[in-house]
């Protein structure tokens, strides 16, 4: 069922005379950058322990290099693509494939309708009839792309993106190191995460500025009740408006018992007010976020 024969995905040259015989460049704006590497393709693909048949949603396939491995390998694949010149050839690749979706535009707006059609989003049962979820994300999304999804509570089974190398360290960051930030919290919240190869410039076509690095995100066995998750979501834009204040001078603008209440919920929680906002690990803000909930429903 496929159309016109692919370019060799491995040559940059056969890229490039690929998109020109169409009139596309690749376009830094969409952050294009085609990993040029099959060893590469292929550790990323295994990284997301497909047994077969499972459905697999992909973020920027481009011109379909992981497309193509991931239909051999899954059941039903589902691509969000943003560049028109790109949906295009993907058509004329895969011509009507039966088991691909091809959804045009900014995945940041067209994924939740996609995640309607996996049914509900509430329980264990739900969980599990999530799509995998694998993409060489574009650098100026991938931040965004991560955060809409820990916001909507909607955790793919098996995440397993390439992303810009200092992003992956600051999602698989320790508290109290240098990297460690709100968007590491934000992250751990929602996942295991674990960081898999680096992926230096010579991979991709054209060559991007900076290393990238593969990352791996199972969602967390014990997840926060929605109250909490919520509660810990709205902490950490408290908790991290100035990394250089301690918690409590952080925490005292967003509760209504100001200065007090703050360091009640701290010290219920284990907390040291007087440390800094970079040194709390996951478990402590998802008990300060039940202790900032109790606080709140006494104080109602
Ligand atoms: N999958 C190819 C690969 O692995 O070599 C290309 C990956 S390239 C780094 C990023 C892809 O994401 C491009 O195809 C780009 O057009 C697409 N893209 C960029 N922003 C997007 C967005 N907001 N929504 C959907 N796709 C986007």
Known sequence: MSGVDPPDFNSPSQI????????????????????????????????????????????????????FELLKRAGEVTVFEIDRGFIAILRELFSEHPRLRIVEGDVLKTWPSEAERFGSNEGEEAASARPFLVGNLPYNAASAILRSLVEHNYLPR?????????LADRIVAEPGSTAYSSFSLLCRLAWDVRAGMVLKPGNFYPRPEVDSRVVVLKPRGDQPEEAVRVEALHLLRCL?????????????????????????????????????????????????????????RRDS
């Open 16 to 67: 490039r005379s690929f998109l020109t015989a169409r009139g596309f460049n690749p376009q830094k704006r969409f952050g294009q950058n085609f990993l040029i590497q099959p060893n590469a393709r292929a550790e990323i693909i295994n990284e997301l322990e497909l047994t077969g048949g499972e459905s697999v949603w992909e973020i920027g396939p481009g011109i379909g290099q992981m497309t």
């Open 240 to 296: 991290f408006a100035s990394r250089r204040k301690t918690i409590r001078n952080n925490l005292q603008s967003c509760l209504p018992g100001g200065r007090q209440a703050a360091e009640t919920c701290c010290r219920s929680a284990g907390i040291d007010p007087g440390g800094r906002p970079g040194e709390i690990s996951v478990d402590l803000l998802i008990s300060l976020a039940s202790q900032v909930l109790d606080y709140r």
């Open 158 to 166: 098996r995440t397993v993106i390439t992303v810009q190398k200092e």
